[in-house]
């Protein structure tokens, strides 16, 4: 067989490994995941899932956590299971679904009532004044069926200013009456920046950023998670499969190598993603979107699995980071956004246009999409977004990828 044709074949076989990887199915190179979806005893978990002290809180939890952006209300079967698994650290926030997502918590609380003192609940305002805070905060006290939260987030901070004395203040009083255990904040944009600034507040118990294999090892990622775990904060990594806003190209030499070396492991290439995260002991969990039993089999086997990622493979990753960089957005929308004058949120936009390709969930896509004030969206066609191509550090086509998202989801 030639080269070109040994390529070809790889090919062929890497995307049903892909459709399998995208749908968390790995059956076809992963035993441990057989056993998983197969020969699970319903009544008790297959292994112990690995659990970590999350920073200076005294609690333990479990490395993989349960991401719910999905109608929890009809799943409940799968928030059953997840806790059979050992999957403990459930994320949700006011906002996921349209309220859906805290709602069918509340379901499965009010039907197995026993079961809340063994989950870590993790959930979200996207209010950021203390009224609106307290507003949605007992709006999830409602809709979750509980009289408190674990770890309480301001969802989604792009600049540290946005948690502030106030905030402070608000968490005390919080914290005081019992309503929650602890506080933090979410970031998808500038993380290494808020990080940084958060170490040197004591209030902040958790933070979840945005972290994988083309993140991690950057100087400045590097600097900020040792500067939170010095602070002893407690870190959730997002996003961790690092899925690209740019649509799917032809594979390169590089990402076939390092599939075939995750195959060999035992692992689909999402897999083995997370497992790279989980080498870094100071991350606590990945909390990972998991809306079917699949995708949770998959993870759950994932994060029971013991064979190391060696330094090879981790070599490998860096490599194919570096040949794509540009089809992946880091989240520095300082840089972008202040070079468009703030009239784009470029990075919102570029999440829509990962959880419409890569996420495959265009309806949620969509509503993130639409949060957008109407008159920006309607102005991304025109605008110019020379400038903010000249700064990205990582070359991203800026212009066509927000035309993209206009076309695709409006």
């Not at 118990?205 to 590097?222: A, L, S, V």
């Not at 996003?239 to 195959?263: G, P, S």
Request: proline content about 3%; some cysteine; charged content about 25%.
């Amino acid at each position: 067989m030639s080269d070109n044709t040994n390529s070809q074949s790889r090919r062929s076989f890497l995307k049903i490994a892909g459709i399998a990887g995208a749908t968390g199915v790995g059956t076809l190179f992963n035993p441990i995941l057989s056993k998983a979806t197969d020969k699970v005893d319903a009544n008790k978990p297959l292994e112990k899932m690995p659990t970590r002290p999350f920073g200076k809180t005294g609690v333990n939890v479990s490395i993989l956590g349960l991401g719910t952006m999905f109608d929890v209300v009809s799943n409940q079967l799968l928030l059953k299971q997840a806790l059979k698994w050992g999957v403990n650290y459930w994320d949700t926030a006011d906002c996921y679904s349209g309220g859906n997502s805290e709602k069918g918590m509340g379901k499965f609380f009010t039907k197995y009532p026993e079961t809340r003192k063994d989950v870590f609940l993790v959930t979200k305002s996207c209010a950021r004044k203390p009224e609106g805070m307290t507003k949605l905060l007992n709006q999830s006290f409602e809709r979750m069926q509980t009289n408190y939260i674990d770890l309480y987030f301001a969802h989604g901070i792009k600049d540290i200013s946005e948690v502030n004395d106030d905030t402070r203040r608000w968490v005390e009083d919080a914290k005081k009456a019992g309503k929650i255990k602890f506080f933090g904040f979410s970031t998808h944009s500038n993380m290494e920046k808020c990080m940084m600034a958060a170490s040197k507040m004591d209030w902040i118990d958790g933070i979840m950023m945005t972290y994988n294999y083309r993140i991690m090892n950057t100087p400045e990622m590097k600097e900020a998670v040792a500067a939170c775990t010095e602070a002893k904060i407690g870190l959730t990594a997002m996003k961790a499969q690092a899925m690209a806003q740019e649509k799917e190209k032809d594979n390169t030499e590089t990402e076939l190598e390092m599939i075939d070396r995750f195959m060999k492991l035992g692992y689909t290439d999402k897999q083995a993603k997370m497992k790279i995260v989980w080498e870094v002991p100071e991350i606590a969990s990945i909390a990972s979107q998991m809306p079917n039993m699949t995708i949770l089999a998959a993870n759950t086997a994932a994060a029971l699995n013991s064979t190391k990622i060696s330094a090879i493979e981790q070599e490998l990753t860096q490599k194919y980071a570096y040949e794509t960089a540009s089809n992946y957005c880091r989240g520095c929308t300082d840089i972008c956004e202040s070079a468009l004058n703030n009239e784009v949120p470029v990075g919102d936009v570029m999440r829509c246009l990962m959880y419409s390709r890569q996420y495959q969930d265009r309806e949620l896509a969509k509503s993130v999409f639409y949060q957008i004030p109407e008159q920006t969206r309607k102005s991304m066609i025109e605008i110019d977004y020379s400038k903010a191509e000249k700064k990205c550090p990582h070359k991203m086509s800026i212009a066509n990828l927000m035309r993209q998202a206009v076309e695709e989801l409006a």
